[in-house]
């Protein structure tokens, strides 16, 4: 194959003589030994098997106390990253009362890798991370866990999550998006990028890495250099992470996973996307962003149903690990926000004001 890499053969999912998920199924990597040593909590860690037959590594994190809290929130990263590194705002979370579930998305972190060469980031389609969050939604409802549910996604993370919100009906009652990807920023995101990778993915060169790309993840660079974030601690915090526990990281991304994602990004610039979401979305964006483009975001915003834009003034693309003052300025926001009600449909608010 001129694809210079072999793809991990799909499985279906192990199941039950009822055709319910088993209690127990091969368990992924556990959540990994903090770079300071504090661990995580015991028994956090849930396997989960996709419909299609991935191994995902889930979390669910409980707040103190026996009561039910304000609900659960749904944390889904982006691309590259891992559980672990979101370890600050679970504990932010839990002491605001939330449940706290997140997740590897497939082909990073502790999941299952799609190729057997495990470093380089690759998903066929963008609608295959669709089914990793219908597998976590499927594992919140078994468990019961504490309504309402909110979603918070970064990045490609949240790329996914206005798809899965934009079909309308969704369990969760409100969004928040930090610095979405809806474009690309930077000149790979241009349209000789799209035609690029397409191409290339056409003749058989998918699996291949992106030109110039290399195995070592973006945040291993210095600080000075880096596109994340201005908080030299919560960097090199990132940074010890990967060094301590290299097997989370994954490097540059496939061409493959170039055109998928372009062909994700190709949906939301339909005149009616969006029209049929019934969940409120807040997304919160970069205003020094150079991953990805933050006028695009602003633009969808407009045009998504009950979707408001907020711009941070000087933060970088990672808007929660970035400065104090960055950060509280996410969490004033988010704390309006959530939680709250679910957009009403056009006929529930004409039969209630009639």
Same mark, same amino acid.
Request: charged content about 25%; aromatic content about 8%; overall charge neutral.
């Given at each position: ?5 072999? +793809? ?15 209690? &127990? =199924? ?18 956090? +860690?849930?396997?989960?098997? !996709? ?5 995902? $590594? ?40 939330? !449940? +706290? ?11 299952? /890798? =799609?190729?057997? /060469? ?8 963008? %609608? %295959? ?5 219908? #597998?976590? @939604? ?21 790329? @996914?999550? =206005?798809?899965?919100?934009? *079909? ?5 009652? *409100? ?6 990807? @809806? ?14 990778? /397409? ?9 291949? $890495? ?14 000075? %250099? ?10 090199? !915090? ?52 150079? +991953? ?6 602003? *633009?969808?915003?407009?045009?998504? /149903? ?9 933060? $970088? ?6 400065? %104090?003052? !960055?950060? #509280? &300025? ?12 679910? @957009? ?11």
């Amino acid at each position: 194959m001129p694809n210079g890499g072999t +793809v991990t053969t799909r499985r279906k999912a192990v199941r039950s003589p009822d055709n319910s998920m088993p209690d &127990l =199924l091969p368990m992924p990597a556990a959540l990994s030994e903090p770079p300071d040593g504090l661990p995580f909590p015991p028994h956090a +860690v849930v396997p989960i098997v !996709t419909r299609d037959g991935y191994r995902l $590594r889930a979390a669910v994190f409980r707040p103190a106390g026996d009561g039910m809290g304000k609900g659960t929130v749904l944390l889904l990263q982006g691309r590259a990253e891992f559980m672990e590194k979101y370890r600050e705002v679970f504990g932010e979370l839990l002491e605001r009362g939330f !449940t +706290v579930v997140s997740f590897d998305w497939r082909g990073q972190g502790g999941s299952e /890798r =799609l190729l057997r /060469r495990g470093l380089a980031g690759h998903v066929e389609d963008f %609608d %295959d991370y669709q089914l990793d969050l219908e #597998a976590v @939604i499927g594992e919140m409802r078994a468990r019961g866990l504490p309504e309402p549910w909110s979603m918070l996604a970064h990045s490609t993370g949240g790329c @996914i999550g =206005l798809h899965h919100i934009a *079909r309308g009906a969704s369990p969760f009652r *409100r969004a928040v998006l930090t610095a979405p990807l @809806i474009g690309i920023a930077g000149p790979g995101g241009g349209l000789a990028g799209q035609l690029l990778s /397409r191409v290339c993915s056409a003749l058989g060169f998918a699996t291949r $890495r992106i030109p110039f790309g290399t195995d070592m993840p973006r945040t291993q660079g210095p600080f000075e %250099d880096n596109p994340f974030t201005r908080d030299r601690a919560r960097y090199a !915090t990132m940074r010890g992470w990967l060094e301590r526990h290299p097997h989370l990281g994954i490097g540059d991304p496939t061409i493959g996973w170039v055109a998928a994602a372009f062909h994700a990004l190709d949906r939301f610039e339909a005149d009616d996307f969006g029209q049929r979401a019934r969940t409120p979305v807040l997304m919160l964006l970069a205003g020094a962003d150079m +991953v990805v483009k933050t006028a695009m975001a602003e *633009r969808l915003a407009l045009r998504f /149903r009950g979707a408001t834009a907020l711009v941070l003034p000087g933060a $970088r693309h990672e808007i929660l690990m970035e400065t %104090d003052e !960055t950060r #509280a &300025l996410f969490w004033a926001a988010f704390d309006a926000f959530v939680p709250g009600e679910e @957009i009403r449909s056009d006929r529930e608010e004409t039969v209630e004001g009639a």
